[in-house]
């Protein structure tokens, strides 16, 4: 909750520009001027930035010992009051045999952010400068020690909004869903009668949650990154667009960017793409034992109804594939905990029974790691979706969007019974429509209507869709 309404407040007053919303409450405390944040340099170019609030400010770092004391000012920024609601429904019809199901269910969600009166804080970035020259940074700190071996990057707090007085986030859910079953008898003379309707069912939830925020809360802050070299010389990054980082002896990969993909009216081409050295290969997870695939599917679909959890297992996988010790996230719950430790558990083990199994063991850590890279980059809904669909209908909506993705125009539903099966046109127009893609269908053809905007998104729902139908391959 706290984290999509500061999202939301950044996106209305600060869309692309250098605001960076807070995600956690627990992170306020840290966020002082000139505090030291890393900005971590994610594994797939798709995946959102991250930013890690340390315990240590630039003075900390710096050699002579002597406190740093930059001038800070203080002004009054604005007053916000924000409330942003999704409204979804669905429905679905299916036959088997004598008995006819009917499932109808809407739904509603609504996040309203009172934070009041802001204030803004901001750095004397000239006077840290003056205070600051020929000081150069311990390359022995522990942190610096750290953040080498991962090649992340390192930046100061330039300013930071905060509350004024205690406020509140309240999110309101509604969800209703029908549910009618109707039976029918074929007589002996190939005649249909419905002779009950049973069970009529409506079912109603609602939930109310309210967070009270205290005075003094930071909601958003802004950065400058730090070049650091060698020698522990360093420059802030003054000019928009400058990147930092920490020199090293270790050559940099060139990572590709969105421009990657090529969206042209609407078409998305999703062919193989190179990241680094690393390719999108997510194979090794069909050559997993079925117990393990159909353990591990069942655990990631379970999953997919945690975000923070989701979010622990990647960062997880992210340390473990590169070569980190992996450490667990420590405001996850005791289950969150024992439920990612299942996950990596099954991974670990899968393939670990002799040394010659180590190179397959890397592939099923890095194909797991792709997998949950891409899923954890969907919207909520999408994961809603994908975490209560059937084996069968995720291996059919693999199979249909790789047909599109293959013909790269409007395919012929004659050409597969898969794409004349209503329940897999409902699955796809869902998934796609989440990601405000559109799945179009006349009597003859079957084809995607997608923005400019929508082609990494929509490669990261193919990417998790075959991923998990790979797990699911075989299994009912």
Known sequence: MFSKATANFVRQIDPEGSLIHVSRVNDSQKLVPMALVVKRIRSWFWQKTKYQPTDFTLGDLLQDGKVLSPGVSETEFLTYEGTFGDELSGALDTEAGPIKVSLQGHGSSKLQSCFGKLKKEELDVKKLLRDSSNRPVDMQ????????????????????????NS??????????????????????????????VKDSTDIEVDSDVSLEIPSGTVIAYSILELEIKKNGHYDICLQPGTVGGIESDMPVLPRPSHESLNVVDGKCNLSSLQNGSQEMDLSPLAQLPQPTRCDLFKRLQETLRDRPALSCLQYVLEELCSGET??????????????????LDRLVTADGHNESSQCGMTANLNAAHLLVSALEELPDETLSLLSDSRPDSLEAFDTLMCMLKESGAPVSIQCSPLLQDNQVFQLAEQLLRSISVTLRRDADRLWMEAGNTAGVVLLVLCLSTHGLSLLCKGLK
Request: aromatic share 2%.
């Open 167 to 196: 406020c509140s986030i309240t999110q309101t859910k509604k969800e209703q869903c029908s549910f009618h079953g109707v039976l029918k008898l074929a007589g002996m003379l190939r005649s249909s009668v419905q002779v009950c």
């Open 141 to 164: 700190h522990v942190l610096v020690q750290q953040l080498e071996k991962r090649a992340e990057v390192l930046a100061v707090v330039k300013e930071r909004i905060l509350t004024t």
């Open 326 to 343: 992996p450490t667990m996230h420590e405001e996850l719950s005791e289950s969150q905990t024992q439920s990612v430790s299942a996950i």
